[in-house]
């Protein structure tokens, strides 16, 4: 499995149209690409291209969200 740090996750964010859009949680990075959430590389003020961890504890859902979501890598800091 691929691994990514901080740089190449960014590459991700969505404002690539050939790159599909990553975001890490807890060590692993997540293909949002087709999740309506993550249109254009953004949901609400968060980015993709980004490990997300820190802010779930503010958002209005748990961390079955990433359930429907492809694992394609791990997130090493």
Known sequence: MKI?????LKKYDGS??????YIAYK???????SSPL??????????AGCDLTEFLAD???DEEVFDELK????FKE
Request: glycine content about 8%; charged content about 20%; overall charge negative.
């Open 27 to 33: 060590g692993k990075v997540y293909d949002a690409t």
């Open 71 to 74: 694992v394609v890598g791990e």
């Open 16 to 21: 690539n149209p050939s790159n599909p859009i």
């Open 59 to 61: 958002a209005p859902h």
């Open 4 to 8: 990514f740090d901080e740089n190449e």
């Open 38 to 47: 993550f249109i254009n590389g953004m949901h609400f003020e968060h980015f």
